[in-house]
């Protein structure tokens, strides 16, 4: 598989310090698939806490989409959790191999 070797982390703390309800990571992989049907979606807990996730996310519908375009379709599915129960989502998108 060809992978863009771009990766976005992002994180969002609560302004008021309040802590957040964490986000399951089969959530996360079903809002993607939801929204990308034919990805190939990989999740991975990476500090244990079920805020700080890492995504790999290749799909054939990202051809010819730059990788701005492919993450921002991903935090599209993701529905606005940003922020909110997600903390951090380290992101990688791609397109299979020919």
Known sequence: MTLARQRR???VTPRNGASLMAMAASDIERLIRARIPDAEVTIRDLA?????????VIAESFRGKS????H??????LKGEMGGKLHALALQTGTPER
Do not use: K, P, S
Request: glycine share 10%.
């Open 72 to 77: 921002q379709i991903v935090y599209e599915a």
């Open 9 to 11: 982390i992002v994180a």
């Open 48 to 56: 244990g806490d079920g805020d700080h996730y890492a995504a790999t």
């Open 67 to 70: 990788r701005v375009q492919q």
